[in-house]
């Protein structure tokens, strides 16, 4: 297997699935005036390798102990190690927490380097609030980058961040609970709602799902529209959004596909309250066959902490294809995620350049992330492939590597924040049956206007 193919299938989409909402930022690009190489031994105009440097970092990853929160806290404790001058303080809070105090950072003072997300629903307000350093390309060119993947984070054509992630929407399921009982990966979007039939009758939760945060039923739904709608689907939902009509045929079909899969009993009861680790624990403790989230997860097979029997047994299927749909088993849902930036005010703003080069580094988060199963990185990982990774890891390459096409940024993150709110908010409701499709179609169609 080789990761390779990666990047022509990213550079090929994401290119053309950047749907809407960019924004007019007002900062200059800064060099870093160094290379990949140079880069963490610099000493910075804040720093002259002996005064006291304190750098604050504000991130979106609260577990420090595995995953993604794990490889970001190694890359500080070796930069500390190598400046020894340099104190880094981190703070980390979950994703929804994170984003609302983010703004709050964004009237009173940023910390020096911070996590975004290079979506326009977060990041066209921030551009125009002019609180992110514009970074020079030219200075990442030997970073091995995949492809296309600075896109999201370019806007009119300075670069204001950097990606850290490729993610993959996935259903990660128990093996071998699977194979007790007979059950098949479904291949049809009917042959999934057939299952939560199956497993329910065995008293077991068919499909966790983080239904009180809103953005996984979001991605939900969007993984259903490109299924749906195939290869029209950037320009169904840029149109959407650019009009506040949803009234599309195929936004209304995957609409109401997701309310047939909570109909069907496919989610917990209670998923429009429960939280993320409610689910994930959910399906770790076993009492759920299945797990709606991203490869992000992938350091499942890793963690410790979940009893080795589901651990070594987490395997990942992507969205099955709907009858009638014009996208294909191996167009899947796929985007460019999280990344960093650094402070436009930042005090040590040379201190925090360093910092942030060295972070990518691609023996840094790429390597690191690689070999702690994070899933995969916005840079070219290839060489750390090893051939004795997880079998989840390997299945999630595998599904890369046969993907024809992938559908960029999911619907949540295309518009502006307020119609990011309304869906989030409000998609709970379409789904229990609450809300009319047609009254949460227009609802959100007029959070665009």
Request: aromatic share 10%; glycine share 8%.
């Amino acid at each position: 297997m080789k990761i390779k193919k990666l990047a022509a299938v990213l550079a090929a989409t994401m290119v053309s699935s950047a749907l809407a909402g960019c924004g007019n930022g007002g900062n200059e690009p800064v060099s870093s005036n160094n290379n990949s190489e140079s880069n963490s031994n610099s000493n910075s105009d804040d720093s002259t390798g002996d005064e006291p440097v304190t750098l604050k970092l504000f991130s979106n990853l609260p577990d420090r102990k595995t995953g993604q929160g794990l490889v970001e806290q190694m890359i500080i404790d070796d930069y500390m190690k190598e400046n020894e001058n340099v104190t880094i303080e981190v703070e980390a809070l979950d994703e929804e927490a994170y984003k609302t105090k983010f703004k709050a950072y964004s009237m009173e003072g940023m910390p020096d380097v911070v996590s975004i997300w290079g979506q326009p629903a977060f990041l066209d307000e921030v551009i125009d609030a002019g609180v992110l350093e514009g970074l020079d390309k030219n200075d990442y060119v030997n970073y091995k980058f995949v492809e296309g993947s600075l896109d999201g984070y370019t806007y009119d054509g300075t670069l204001y961040g950097l990606p850290r992630n490729t993610d993959v929407q996935c259903i990660f399921y128990n093996q071998k609970m699977f194979d007790d009982n007979g059950w098949k990966v479904p291949t049809t979007y009917d042959e999934l709602l057939d299952l939560a039939g199956e497993i329910n009758s065995k008293d077991i939760i068919p499909m966790a799902m983080d239904g009180g945060d809103g953005w996984p039923m979001a991605v939900y739904l969007s993984d259903v529209l490109y299924k749906v709608a195939g290869s029209d689907y950037s320009t169904i939902v840029s149109n959407a959004i650019e009009t506040g009509d949803f009234s599309d045929e195929n936004i209304k079909k995957a609409t109401e596909l997701l309310k047939k899969a909570a109909d069907a009993g496919l989610f917990q009861n209670g998923y429009d309250s429960q939280d993320y680790a409610t689910a994930m624990n959910l399906f770790t403790n076993g009492q759920a066959a299945m797990f709606y989230m991203g490869s992000w997860e992938s350091s499942m097979a890793l963690n410790e902490d979940i009893p080795e029997e589901v651990r070594s047994n987490i395997r990942a299927f992507t969205m099955p294809v709907v009858e009638g749909g014009k996208g294909s088993a191996t167009d899947i849902a796929a985007w460019n995620g999280g990344g960093y930036a650094i402070s436009a005010k930042s005090k040590v703003k040379e201190e925090a350049i360093k910092f942030f080069n060295y972070m990518y580094q691609p023996d840094k988060l790429s390597k690191y992330g690689w070999e702690n199963n994070v899933g995969m990185s916005a840079q070219d990982q290839s060489e750390y492939m090893t051939g004795e990774e997880t079998e989840l890891m390997k299945q999630i390459v595998e599904i890369l590597n046969n993907s024809t096409n992938v559908s960029g940024t999911p619907i949540n993150d295309c518009g502006p924040s307020a119609f990011k709110t309304s869906i989030e908010s409000e998609i709970q409701g379409v789904s229990n049956g609450s809300s009319t499709v047609d009254s949460f179609l227009k609802s959100i169609g007029d959070a665009c206007k």
